[in-house]
């Protein structure tokens, strides 16, 4: 990759993406494919930042419960691990809300030194 992430790491960055936009458009807009969402991705000497803006329901991150994967295999659950996937994958991950404006996701990937 140009900016100097591996193929699997490149990977998992998608994969946070794509998280956050289905979250977006699944519970911020309600499914609603009328409604639109920025994404704004920049770079700046080793981070590697995304930022999805959007003007839907908001949520808290610090509400979602502990999440226990025994329990989670055991239901044969499927979704709501977006959070966790993004979590993982991301080194900083910031959710700001402007009640009733919008609500901001940046997602920054740290690149290793000397990468």
């Keep these: 990759m140009e900016f100097g992430f591996d193929q699997e790491t490149a990977y998992r960055l998608a994969l946070a993406v794509d998280e956050a936009c289905t979250n977006i458009i699944k519970h911020a807009y309600e499914g609603n494919p009328a409604r639109a969402f920025d994404l704004e991705i920049s770079t700046a000497d080793n981070q590697f930042r995304i930022v999805l803006t959007d003007e839907g329901k908001g949520f808290s991150p610090s509400r979602l419960p502990r999440l226990d994967m025994k329990h989670y ?43």
Excluded: P, Q, W
């Design 73 to 115: 295999f055991e239901r044969m659950c499927r979704g709501g691990l977006g959070v966790h996937i993004i979590k993982l994958v991301m080194d900083d991950v910031d959710y700001d809300v402007a009640a009733n404006k919008y609500n901001r996701l940046s997602m920054t990937k740290y690149r290793a030194a000397g990468a």
